[in-house]
């Protein structure tokens, strides 16, 4: 009886809240991405409004509305004064700085991807991990799917706004927290849409940088640093990074680049940059650098899963995993700066 009762006092202190908040996890996300999709934080950016203006604007049915709007009220999104009819809805400050599509803050682009792509591709996860195989465009094509992507040029638009989105906050901490006071020149290697690059000659008034990536993406980042009114320090040049060498450069950056690629892709990507660096030079890779016991960055072991759903054979991987490829090429020191959230800048030294 009375192991009985210990047993019972276990089971009554085991609480299946965390089983429930991840298994029904969707439901929170898909609200925040239907949110996104529809620009709801954008026009509530222009100033707060009620509950059935918002319906008129949006062209929303009036069943849900309550419960769609406060349930991003219950969730940290929006806030609310008024209850129901004579509620009147605002943007929480978060939401206000980072998903109004008006302000350069705006990381929403990454949301809308997931929104319009990632989801359904995830539904696929159970498949993914018993065939090894990517379940996205490339799925039922012939083609690679970075030949897919960038055949596409509102897919390739919609592709280069989620990877500034989705680094943006890790660019301003870098480009902040980075000592680039004894070097000169920066070269971000698959630099999409030049946001690395702005952030660090906005930051540093010693620093001119180039964005180096393929011509059709080269143009939409010409045409952000002109809208930057930066044209004069950051140069773009269109080149392909397994066919071309590098730009040479003080600092070489990659920001969500070594991740798509296999380990020999990795390790040859890693000896073009080392390459093109002189021997003061610095190689830094922005990813979401997993913890080496691999227990606690959750995102960036999920990241490694979005991989598998995404790339024939790319994969994230922890700081122990980069110093052995960059000690292999030849680099003598390393550094781990950690950023925002998940994300980490690993840092090698020539």
Known sequence: ???LE????VAKQIDPSKIMQVGTGFFASKTLLTAVNMELFTLLAQGEMPGREIQTKLRLHKRSLYDFLDALVALGFLNRTGLK???VYSNAPDTDLFLDKNKPSYIGGILEMASNRLYPF???LEEALKTGEP?????NSDKPFFEILYSDQQRLNEFVNAMAGVQMGNFIAFADKFDFSNYKTLCDIGGAGGHLSAQVVLNNNNM?????DLPNVSTIARENVKRMSLSDRVTIEPGDIFADNFPKADVITMGNILHDWAIDEKKLLIQKAYNALPDSGVFVVIENIIDD???????GLMMSLN???ETEAGYDFSFADFINMVKETGFSETAIMPLTGSTSAAIAYK
């Open 293 to 299: 016991d691999r227990r606690k960055n959750a995102f």
């Open 208 to 212: 001119s940088c180039i964005s180096f």
């Open 85 to 87: 009819d004579t509620s």
């Open 122 to 124: 995830w539904n696929n």
């Open 6 to 9: 210990e047993k019972e006092i």
């Open 1 to 3: 009886m009375r192991v």
């Open 307 to 309: 991989m598998l759903i």
């Open 135 to 139: 379940q996205n465009e490339a799925k």
